[in-house]
């Protein structure tokens, strides 16, 4: 079966900090990937997505992420953090013929800390 | 703005007891989904729903069933609610159009079972 896998599961970083979250899943063809950020009390809302063209895609809120097909790698980045990005963030995969279903990974609790 | 309505935020409930969890959704998507949310294991997908009537079972539909009558609104049904059920609920739904596949996620129901 197909996976995603986040290998940061807690980061605490001070503000103005670089951020770099990775991202890889385990599937050799066509994907559509997606950054998803759960802030504390807040419901689930999409950060960026990839579907296909630049591979290097930008989101809300200053974040990007790059597409790197040979790695199978979606890392999500942020050039200088700050305190309101403390949240939870999923990286997701829509693998073709796999209907409309999303594959999360396990999550990234990310604390920035003034 | 896509608009998804969960009827409960939280709810207790004892071991036993047949438990409704309510999903509404006002942008006419065809697809609306189930998830459960637990720390550490990231999302993790019990049923979806392609259209109205119709249901596949995700990756976890042991103990949980699903109701999809109308096209707004799809049900997650704890037949007998147990301890391991105890989560945060989250429902979700999508345009089938694969150039616009976003699922919106709505606010979530964290569901005690005790």
């Known amino acids: 079966a197909q996976s995603v896998s986040q290998h940061n599961h807690h980061v605490i970083l001070s503000e103005a900090a670089s951020l770099e979250l990775g991202c890889n899943y385990s599937?050799?063809?066509?994907?559509?990937l997606f950054w998803y950020v759960q802030y504390p009390g807040q419901h689930l809302q999409l950060l960026l997505k990839y579907f296909s063209g630049d591979p290097l895609v930008k989101g809300i809120k200053g974040f990007e992420a790059e597409f790197i097909k040979s790695k199978f790698s979606f890392n999500l980045r942020k050039p200088s953090v700050q305190w309101s990005d403390t949240a939870e963030y999923f990286c997701?995969?829509?693998?073709?013929?796999?209907?409309?279903?999303?594959?999360f990974g396990t999550g990234t609790q990310l604390k920035v800390e003034l | 703005d896509v608009k998804v309505t969960q009827s409960s935020r939280y709810l207790v409930k004892r071991t036993g007891e047949k438990v409704f969890l309510e999903c509404v959704q006002d942008?006419?998507?065809?697809?609306m989904f189930w998830y459960r949310q637990d720390p550490g294991l990231g999302l993790r997908l019990i049923y979806f729903?392609?259209?109205?009537?119709?249901?596949e079972k995700g990756d976890i539909p042991e103990g949980y069933s699903v109701s999809r009558e109308k096209k707004e609104r799809f049900s997650l049904i704890l037949e007998s609610a147990s301890t391991n059920q105890t989560s945060m609920y989250l429902c979700?739904?999508?345009?089938?159009?694969?150039?616009?596949?976003?699922?919106?996620f709505g606010a979530g129901t964290r569901l005690s079972v005790l």
């Open positions: 942008m006419d998507h065809e697809n």
């Open positions: 599937y050799g063809g066509t994907v559509n």
């Open positions: 729903s392609y259209d109205v009537k119709m249901k």
């Open positions: 979700a739904s999508s345009s089938p159009d694969m150039n616009v596949n976003i699922q919106y």
């Open positions: 997701a995969v829509l693998f073709t013929g796999g209907g409309n279903k999303l594959t």
